[in-house]
Antibody
Framework: QVQFVQSEAEVKQPGASVKVSCETS????????IYWVRQAPGRSLEWLGW????????RLSEKFQDRVTLTRDTSANTAYMELSSLTLEDTAVYYC???????????WGQGTLVTVSS | DIDLTQSPDSLAVSLGERATITCKAGRTVFSSGTKKNHLAWYQQKPGQPPKLLIY???ARDFGVPDRFSGSGSATDFTLTINTVQPEDVATYYC????????FGPGTRLQIK
């Protein structure tokens, strides 16, 4: 059974950066993609990008391509999402999830709440 | 991006009745290459991450009860929940993966 454990909640000031981690167990990073999706309070889901585990490449949403960096540490079985230049509108729960590249998401992490507040 | 709309925004059904949720895409999500509709449905309960129910518009994910079914093609899709149970109270989202992923706004299901 694949498990994801995400990092703890964070509180950041506007203009700062946040790095969220997603540790996986039970599967190889080379299979499937790791997606990053966020959900602002009371809102729907918004895709930020994916990390292709097979090729090591990323695909980012145009909305976030200047602010999001996706990486992985294969030895630590951990994927990372870093979001820079935070604004109040970035307050959301950030999820990692697994699925086929350019596909559906069949395993989700528990989510990491990022609060941006001055 | 392909915009997705859902209707209704919310609905209340009696236990054991049927719930029907629709999802409309701004353009087709049927691929002539895969011969499939690139559309998925998720269930999200409060305080939990989304859970995949349906992919390729009608394929149930492993362990999903067969009272959940998906149908439709091209731009118009339906999620049907037969004999609604108390544990089905949740918000339901559609997602297209024909192009870069987008999600619908969600439909909240409650028990009448």
């Amino acid at each position: 059974q694949v498990q994801f454990v995400q990092s703890e909640a964070e509180v950041k000031q506007p203009g700062a950066s946040v790095k969220v981690s997603c540790e996986t167990s039970g599967h190889s990073f080379s299979s499937f993609a790791i997606y990053w999706v966020r959900q602002a309070p009371g809102r729907s889901l918004e895709w930020l990008g994916w990390f292709n585990g097979g090729t090591g490449t990323t695909r980012l949403s145009e909305k976030f391509q200047d602010r999001v960096t996706l990486t992985r540490d294969t030895s630590a079985n951990t994927a990372y999402m870093e979001l820079s230049s935070l604004t109040l509108e970035d307050t959301a729960v950030y999820y990692c999830a697994r699925g086929p590249v350019s596909g559906y998401l069949f395993n989700w992490g528990q989510g990491t709440l990022v609060t941006v507040s001055s | 991006d392909i915009d997705l709309t859902q209707s209704p925004d919310s609905l209340a059904v009696s236990l054991g009745e049927r719930a029907t949720i629709t999802c409309k895409a701004g353009r087709t999500v049927f691929s002539s290459g895969t011969k499939k509709n690139h559309l998925a449905w998720y269930q999200q309960k409060p305080g939990q991450p989304p859970k995949l129910l349906i992919y390729w518009s009608s394929a149930r994910d492993f362990g999903v009860p067969d009272r959940f079914s998906g149908s439709g093609s091209a731009t118009d899709f339906t999620l049907t929940i037969n004999t609604v149970q108390p544990e089905d109270v949740a918000t339901y989202y559609c997602q297209q993966y024909y192009s870069t992923p987008t999600f619908g706004p969600g439909t909240r299901l409650q028990i009448k």
